[in-house]
């Protein structure tokens, strides 16, 4: 969301920007050229709108070639049927507006000053989005006891570091990645048409525990959770919803050569290979470096690093930090 709402602000930005430089010129003189420039803002403000309304609701969808690296369809033509309306309706107010000097300079000073507001306010709450702290909805139950569906949490994006916007580097990191840290992160895949967890998961904002750290190697052998060898202590914040119905140590067998589960796993192939069978009986893997695998405290319900792989640091958008919504569930996350 952070950089959608930034991409609006710069646009309001150079709204506001171009219309002080056309009332200075006096270009904006008849009827037809107010209500094209008002027409205008109306059709960013509606588009505006209805995009962060979509973006709100949280909606789902797969995406189009024309917007696949932007927006979805579900974000995209709510948006351009509203900012057509609104851009016709503008039309005809700024052209009944623009008859009398009085009005026409009204009208074109109320465009400009909101969209000076829309600029200043949309900008630094992108700012704030992307470098200091976001809002996040708990979507499933991946992560019971810990979060519960409908919890709202603030995320830390400040603790591994500032993001460098469209790099993938960070800067002055309070501190690194540790085992047990609640992370949330950006599916880690960038082709839009790849299934994961039985749908398309890109662009999605996962939440996950950090379970395995650069170079280690992880094992699942009966649900357990070994790293380097041994087993980690028990995790009283996990959950096993099937209790001691394990899958069969049998499924082991139709696993594949330990390199090529490696580069299938590294790759986010491993589930499209093995389907579901890995849940119970997973690797042994190396995590590489500069990378996490994750997993959900409620792990006999959670699509996780077992399936789809390791979460490259890239794609890691912070730490949770603080359940704020509903009011009886409020604390500090640890």
């Not at 499924?251 to 093995?274: F, G, N, S």
């Amino acid at each position: 969301m952070e950089q959608r709402l930034f991409f609006i602000g710069l646009a309001m930005g150079a709204y506001a920007w171009a219309s002080r430089r056309l009332a200075g010129t006096q270009a904006l003189d008849t009827p037809t050229k107010v209500g094209l420039w008002h027409g205008l803002f109306c059709a960013l403000a509606g588009f505006s709108v209805m995009l962060v309304v979509v973006m709100s609701i949280e909606s789902r969808s797969k995406f189009v070639s024309v917007a696949a690296h932007a927006l979805s369809t579900a974000e995209l033509y709510p948006s351009l049927a509203v900012a057509a309306i609104a851009g016709i309706l503008g039309f005809w107010r700024g052209r009944a507006a623009g008859g009398l000097a009085a009005r026409r300079e009204h009208t074109l000073a109320e465009d400009a000053e909101w969209s000076e507001t829309v600029f200043s306010a949309v900008l630094l709450a992108a700012v704030l989005m992307y470098f200091v702290v976001q809002a996040f909805k708990i979507p499933s139950g991946s992560m019971e006891r810990t979060f519960l569906i409908g919890d709202h949490l603030f995320v830390n994006k400040f603790i591994y570091g500032l993001r460098i916007p469209f790099s993938g580097r960070r800067l002055l990191a309070l501190r690194d990645v540790q085992r047990g840290d609640i992370v949330v992160f950006r599916f880690p895949v960038d082709d839009v048409r790849e299934l994961h967890c039985g749908s398309v998961q890109y662009g999605k904002d996962f939440i996950k525990r950090v379970v395995g750290l650069p170079g280690e190697r992880v094992e699942v052998r009966a649900g357990r959770v070994f790293v380097n060898g041994r087993e980690l202590a028990p995790e009283d914040y996990t959950q096993y919803v099937d209790g001691p119905n394990r899958q069969p140590e049998s499924v082991r067998a139709t696993q594949l050569d330990p390199r090529r589960y490696q580069e299938l796993w590294q790759k986010h192939a491993l589930d499209r290979e093995l389907q579901e069978i890995q849940r119970d009986y997973f690797g042994p893997v190396t995590v590489p470096p500069g990378s996490y695998l994750v997993m959900g405290d409620n792990r006999d319900r959670s699509c996780d690093s077992r399936y789809w792989g390791p979460v490259e640091a890239k794609y890691l958008k912070g730490k949770a930090w603080f359940i704020y919504w509903p009011p009886s569930r409020m604390r500090v996350i640890r």
